[in-house]
């Protein structure tokens, strides 16, 4: 069961773009969740387009209504399982985060779930911001940084009511953030063509709550016959404890026995690798990692240290060393 | 659930993906545990993995052995047992200062 994500800041018209692209039947038969973190649901009357909706109201999903995000995404699993597999079932699920959720919150919820873990499948984290506030937000607010970093497609809504230099801006900030999302532009959910930095620098955000300064760049790593899929994950799953919180993402394809996987992590929490089919691609056993506060070259250098142990030797990875 | 060490069914970690038959599986297993032995040592600390008991066996020089279920597990345990996590990025690892 696919499970698309659409998170953003308060008002930053995730439920206009949603109602929009339900308008345009981009989500057939999905079925839709909204949370909203006010206890009156008002969303659910706009989005009567949607064939299923159903409403989480009285607290947000990554916090307060953790637990009945969960159960929610159970029962609906549960309903697919018993449907025959030949029949037409439940495939996708959109779900609208109230606009105080951290997309990244919620991915661990639904990971760290012993059912969800096999059944839900997160197939894209989309992030609506606004277009007059979304700088602001990214320059002030923690939350909002958060859910922009978090994103694999970013829409920028309400293009039409900002001018261009700010938008210009706000998009090489997105950049500068997330530089591996995809960007995209929007007037009352109807999509527009993408708007673009257009010469404009990025703002420099200043440093919130304790996290590691410096700008956040992208490093490839390839991995070579020396280090496997398995060594690598002994590598990357101790980064990721360690530097989980500066490491934003990792994305890539490594070729394994079972075929070639598709690897993707935000921040701390890595999806089940997606088997890919085979394809003759230059690409592959090229891991991209985006994250800050340290070098790209001692990325490279941890990789051949940690993990470069050869097969069936028991050499150690620190002779030559001292 | 394994009814020895009451270890619960988990869900698959995704490091252990990779591996298409049990062959594999268990090839990798004993991989991640050569490479994490190769790791661990210069901390003090071993690892061993038979291939029967469920996880990785973490112990300390004093003798006291964890099980560990998979590797976020395994990376908790160490930091619990050293007072601080093994940080990939620290000097030792990546050839500065003295190693």
């Known amino acids: 069961m696919r499970l698309t994500l659409l998170g953003g800041f308060l008002g930053s018209g995730k439920t206009t773009w949603l109602r929009h692209q339900l308008h345009a039947g981009v989500f057939p038969d999905a079925y839709v969740v909204v949370n909203e973190a006010a206890d009156t649901p008002v969303d659910d009357a706009l989005l009567s387009r949607a064939s299923t909706i159903e409403v989480l109201a009285g607290g947000c999903a990554c916090c307060e209504a953790r637990g009945e995000l969960v159960a929610l995404l159970r029962r609906l699993c549960d309903l697919r399982s018993r449907t025959a597999s030949d029949s037409a079932r439940l495939e996708h699920v959109v779900l609208e985060t109230s606009g105080l959720a951290d997309p990244a919150e919620i991915l661990d919820a639904i990971r760290s779930d012993p059912v969800l873990v096999h059944h839900v499948f997160v197939s894209e984290t989309v992030v609506c911001v606004d277009a007059l506030h979304g700088l602001a937000q990214l320059v002030e607010e923690p939350l909002g940084r958060r859910q922009a970093e978090a994103a694999n497609r970013l829409v920028i809504t309400k293009l039409d009511e900002a001018p261009s230099a700010s938008i210009g801006r706000l998009v090489a900030t997105l950049r500068s953030i997330n530089p591996d999302a995809v960007i995209e532009g929007a007037v009352k959910g109807s999509p527009v063509s993408a708007p673009t930095a257009a010469g404009e620098d990025a703002v420099a955000l200043p440093q919130l709550d304790g996290s590691a300064a410096g700008p956040i760049f992208p490093t490839r790593l390839s991995l070579d016959d020396q280090i496997d899929w398995t060594a690598f994950g002994v590598w990357l799953s101790a980064l990721l404890h360690a530097r989980g919180n500066d490491v934003m993402r990792v994305k890539g394809v490594v070729r394994t026995s079972a075929g070639r996987l598709l690897l993707q992590s935000v921040r701390k929490v890595v999806q089940s690798p997606e088997i890919l089919p085979p394809q003759d691609d230059r690409d592959d056993d090229t891991i991209v990692v985006i994250g800050r506060g340290y070098r790209a070259e001692d990325l490279r250098r941890s990789l051949e240290r940690f993990a470069g142990v050869k097969q069936r030797e028991q050499g150690s990875i620190f002779e030559g060393v001292s | ?99």
């Open chain 2, 1 to 99: 659930m394994c009814s020895v060490c009451g270890f619960p069914a988990a869900a698959g970690h995704w490091t252990e993906t990779g591996g298409a038959s049990p062959t594999d599986r268990l090839r990798s297993r004993y991989r991640r545990a050569q490479v994490l032995k190769s790791v661990l040592r210069d901390f003090g600390l071993t690892a061993h993995d038979d291939g029967l008991v469920p996880g990785v066996q973490i112990g300390t020089m004093s003798g006291s052995v964890s099980i560990a279920r998979d590797l976020d597990e395994v990376w908790c345990t160490v930091e619990r047992m050293l007072g601080q996590p093994i940080d990939p990025l620290d000097a030792r690892f990546i050839g500065q200062g003295d190693g």
